[in-house]
């Protein structure tokens, strides 16, 4: 996309955010490294929920990715001590 600005050729080159800005039109920062969007709207690093409990959604914990994980590892142990 090339845009008519004072800033480097490196600068303008660079692919851009995207996101909707509150006005509905979309934000033209620039994406942060290695990210797909800029790093007000998603791209910082830590950015997105906290895991378990500190998540206003947690409910139980019966689908978080670490009991998934032992579910699947205890099922494997299990079928092999089956057969």
Do not use: F, W
């Not at 409910?59 to 978080?64: A, D, E, M, R, Y």
């Amino acid at each position: 996309m090339e845009r008519s600005t004072r800033e480097p050729l490196s600068l303008r080159l660079t692919p851009r955010c995207g996101a909707k800005k509150r006005d509905g039109q979309p934000c033209q920062k620039p994406r942060a490294k290695g990210r797909n969007r800029c790093r007000l709207h998603g791209g910082a690093p830590g950015s997105g929920a906290p895991k378990g409990e500190a998540n206003g959604r947690y409910s139980h914990g019966l689908l978080t990715a670490e009991a998934i994980e032992e579910r699947i590892a205890l099922s494997a142990i299990v079928g092999r001590s089956v057969k």
